[in-house]
């Protein structure tokens, strides 16, 4: 269920007086959060109805009404707001209003997962380097906010150059990389929320001299919480991909997460399966030290295909590098991750460009 449907669903509402809120306006916005125990449904109204305050018994017949609407709402509240505070609200959930603007004609991807260190920013960059190995012109962006951890997965040291109050993406293996770390330096202690954030996004986004890219990977914040859910605003038009590790626990964080990227309009291309086996060393054969069976337990809760399940990377292979070596067998799911994301039919952004040649 989306914020959508529930709005589409109040349109069948009345109060027990015969008012139509949803035909009067009153409803300002409806969020829909994915939690433990069920989803949520928080649903802002006006807090006069006919020039009277909202009474409780009003808004506990629309929370009743949701709550029968849906058998997995938990909860549902209705939350009475003055216009002028709903406003406000606005302003500060959205600065600047838009998402940013992006290259024109760009895919974008977002990895996702449950929770941090199950491989988001190393499926990250690995899909964006095959992509790029399939010919396509890719950046990578790392949005997470706390956890950023790509420039240092590519080995990116230098501080980032700027030309006329534009960044120069670093490019590793024909990658434009753009990070929050750039923007914060060494574990700056900054409250990355709001207008903060946003502003930091747009930045990145907006005053980045991208090279005209096919794709863009973005590398989100983990998690359910506001910072993933205010992250994921800003990308509206971004795809799904989502990380886990094959361990029931992870299997369960990064179902909810899909839930709340789909509650959230996303389009969820399916699920990776990191760390999902490792060879023995010795005999070869292959062995699951997390277990088994995480992303299929996501794929068939979720209704969503799983499009890869790569394998440990063994320490060593790599150096300090997350790109794994080539003739890795992660790299042969990283390819087919990648073919099967450019066989789907994304849709671009839109006319606005910021390309530069
Ligand atoms: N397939 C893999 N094999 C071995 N180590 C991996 C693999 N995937 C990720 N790692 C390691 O696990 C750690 C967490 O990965 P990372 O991509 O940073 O996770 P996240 O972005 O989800 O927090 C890193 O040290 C990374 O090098
Ligand atoms: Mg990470």
């Not at 960044?167 to 434009?176: L, S």
């Not at 890795?328 to 006319?351: K, M, S």
Request: with cysteine; glycine share 10%; net charge negative.
């Amino acid at each position: 269920m989306t914020p959508k449907d529930v709005l589409q669903s109040l349109a069948g509402f009345k109060t027990e007086d015969g008012l139509q809120p949803l035909k009067l306006g009153y409803i300002q916005d409806v969020a829909v959060e994915p939690h433990a125990d069920g989803m949520r449904v928080n649903i802002h109204v006006d807090d006069a109805w006919q020039g009277k305050p909202v009474t409780d018994s009003q808004r506990a017949g629309l929370a009743a009404f949701i709550k029968g609407q849906y058998s997995e709402v938990a909860e549902a509240r209705v939350i009475p707001r003055s216009k002028e505070q709903a406003e406000q609200a606005r302003k500060i959930a959205k600065p600047g209003q838009a998402p940013p603007r992006t290259p024109a004609g760009v895919k974008m991807i977002a990895v996702i997962s449950g929770k941090g260190g199950v491989g988001k920013s190393t499926v990250s960059i690995n899909l964006a380097r095959a992509l790029a190995q399939l010919g396509y012109r890719t950046g990578i962006l790392d949005c997470d906010i706390y956890g950023f951890s790509v420039p240092d997965l590519l080995q990116l040291t230098d501080p980032v150059e700027t030309q006329e109050g534009r960044f120069i993406p670093p490019r590793v293996q024909g990658i434009d990389v753009m990070s929050m770390k750039f923007f914060v330096g060494h574990n700056a202690p900054v409250m990355w929320r709001g207008p903060m954030l946003g502003k930091a996004i747009r930045q990145m986004m907006e005053d980045t001299v991208w090279h005209n890219p096919e794709y863009l990977v973005l590398d989100l914040p983990p998690g359910t919480g506001d910072i993933a859910m205010d992250v994921h605003q800003y990308f509206p038009r971004a795809a799904a991909i989502l990380v886990t590790t094959p361990d029931r626990n992870a299997a369960r964080v990064a179902e909810r997460a899909g839930q709340m990227a789909r509650s959230m309009d996303r389009s969820l291309l399916g699920v990776v399966e990191n760390m999902a086996f490792m060879n023995c060393p010795e005999c070869g054969s292959e062995w699951y030290p997390l277990g088994r069976g995480g992303a299929d337990i996501v794929s068939q809760n979720l209704a969503i295909p799983v499009l890869a399940k790569v394998p440990w990377v063994v320490s060593g292979d790599t150096g300090v590098s997350g790109l794994v070596p080539e003739d890795n067998p992660a790299e042969t799911a990283y390819r087919r991750l990648a073919e099967t994301v450019a066989a789907t039919d994304l849709v671009p952004t839109g006319p606005i460009s910021l390309q530069q040649s």
